[in-house]
Structures are given as C-alpha cells and as structure tokens.
C-alpha cells in the first residue's frame, strides 16, 4: 500500500502560511495626538466625515459615536485585514474591544 504525504505537506504549507501571515501584519494602534484613546471608523467613508467635522462637532461625542465602531486604548493589538494608501482596515485583537473590525488612518499603526 502507498501512502501519500500529500495531506501532511498541505498542512505543513498552510500552517506556515499563516504563521507568516499574522506574524507580519501583526501591529498596535497609536494615536497622531497623544491621545489616550483611537478612534476605529465604521469605513473610509465615516473617517473622511470625521476629518472634515469643525472643531466644536469633534468634541461633541455624540457626533463622533455614530461614525465609529469602537474606541480603544493606545497600544491595542491589531491585524492588518487590508490597507491602502492613506487607511487601513483593521481588527483589534486585545482587550476590552477585541474583535472590533474598522478602518483607521495608516498613520495611527505602528510595529509592535
């Protein structure tokens, strides 16, 4: 009987994959302010409404709530789902807000 070890290498390709995958888009969230706190955007859309907000509707945190999908702390582990050229959307993999899936700014994400 001739077994094949086809099964086992597929496992072991698709196992390094992804390894190499989340460890190379593994990231943390950083304020460009020094804020405690970053702003994840439902989409590109509601981030680009936010950053043309006057100053006194950014303050108003019922004005900012509806365009966000969660707040977190600086330096809450993230993934890299997909990221173009000025955002990028994320999940945010720790803490209270794990899970939370949006988009912020490219600027806002650092290497761990």
């Not at 509707?57 to 509806?66: F, I, K, L, P, R």
């Not at 582990?77 to 700014?105: K, M, N, Q, W």
Request: a positive charge; glycine letters at 8%; hydrophobic letters at 40%.
């Amino acid at each position: 009987m001739n077994r094949s070890p086809r099964p086992l290498v597929i496992t072991a390709v698709a196992l390094v994959a992804a390894t190499t995958a989340t460890s190379a888009t593994a990231k943390v969230l950083r304020s460009q302010d020094g804020t405690a706190t970053v702003f994840v955007f439902k989409d590109a859309f509601t981030l680009d409404r936010f950053s043309k907000l006057s100053g006194s509707a950014v303050s108003d945190a019922n004005a900012v709530e509806t365009l966000l999908t969660c707040k977190v702390p600086q330096g809450s582990r993230i993934i890299v789902l997909g990221s173009g050229y000025r955002t990028a959307f994320v999940r945010v993999t720790d803490g209270s807000a794990s899970g939370c899936e949006g988009t912020v700014p490219v600027a806002n994400i650092r290497d761990e």
